[in-house]
């Protein structure tokens, strides 16, 4: 319960920050302020301002809003995706079973991050591409996960009994085994948003991601990095803010699987 208390308390802690904090701070993170440039940090800028004058910190604020838009969006999308797709390979089997297995095997045959990178080449960068290419790359794991899960449960004596009783096949699918695995579908959940926040944040920094001005983790890290030797301190508050998320989420993922242990 540890580990799930802190992650609770530290994702309150940056979601609280990312919603609100942009709006608290009284500096624009995106007008430059040329007489502003390249502070170090003080009362009225924390992190500092960058080469344009900007705050970090209202910088790392704001771009907590993207890069955590992102990465919850694209994992509810590759959940979503290989929920569907699983229960149907598992449910009607057969050729639609082996068309499904084949074009998600196809995917995992690419490394994930060399298929993001490749999806995000063709689609091009942005906060729609950079979502869209992440839930595509990420939604093989659920699909295997949910055929897997699926297929044990509607083994099982209960649904049988359910389905010689003349329960629909929908009806097994949702009322009767989708809820016996779906808190293993949390816990991995919350596992891949944690890494889809870092992924997120490396496509943008490598400029392949969310395009300046509009802030995000990854090139509000970019944009530090060319000025890094004559103002370190422009580096701290997107990199504090990213590892918290980071940590909040994985910690809720670990605490959420040692409470379905205890239980089980």
């Not at 992102?70 to 050729?95: E, F, P």
């Not at 395009?211 to 000025?227: E, F, H, I």
């Amino acid at each position: 319960m540890t580990r799930l208390r802190l992650g609770v308390a530290l994702a309150t802690l940056v979601l609280a920050s990312a919603l609100v904090g942009p709006w608290l701070m009284p500096h624009d993170p995106i007008r430059p302020d040329y007489g502003a440039r390249y502070e170090a940090p003080s009362a009225r800028h924390w992190f500092g301002t960058d080469g344009l004058g900007r705050d970090v910190l209202a910088r790392s604020l704001a771009g907590g809003r993207v890069s955590l838009s992102i990465a919850l969006g694209a994992t509810l999308a590759a959940l979503s995706i290989g929920l569907v797709a699983g229960l149907a390979a598992a449910a009607w089997r057969g050729l639609t079973d082996i068309v499904l297995t084949r074009a998600f095997d196809a995917l995992l045959a690419f490394p994930g991050f060399l298929l993001v990178l490749l999806l995000v080449s063709a689609l091009g960068g942005g906060v729609w591409q950079s979502l869209l290419a992440l839930a595509v790359a990420g939604s093989p794991l659920y699909f295997r996960l949910v055929r897997a899960f699926t297929q044990a449960e509607l083994k099982r004596d209960y649904v049988l009994a359910g389905a010689a009783l003349g329960a629909s096949r929908g009806r097994l699918l949702l009322r009767h085994a989708l809820p016996n695995f779906v808190g293993a579908l949390a816990v991995q959940a919350a596992s891949t948003a944690a890494t889809f926040v870092l992924v997120e944040a490396s496509l943008s920094y490598l400029g392949l991601g969310v395009a300046l001005p509009t802030p995000s983790w990854g090139n509000v890290l970019q944009d530090a990095r060319s000025y890094l030797t004559r103002q370190p301190w422009a580096a701290v508050g997107p990199g504090l803010v990213l590892a918290c998320a980071a940590l909040a989420l994985q910690f809720l993922s670990d605490g959420w699987r040692d409470t379905l242990d205890r239980r089980a």
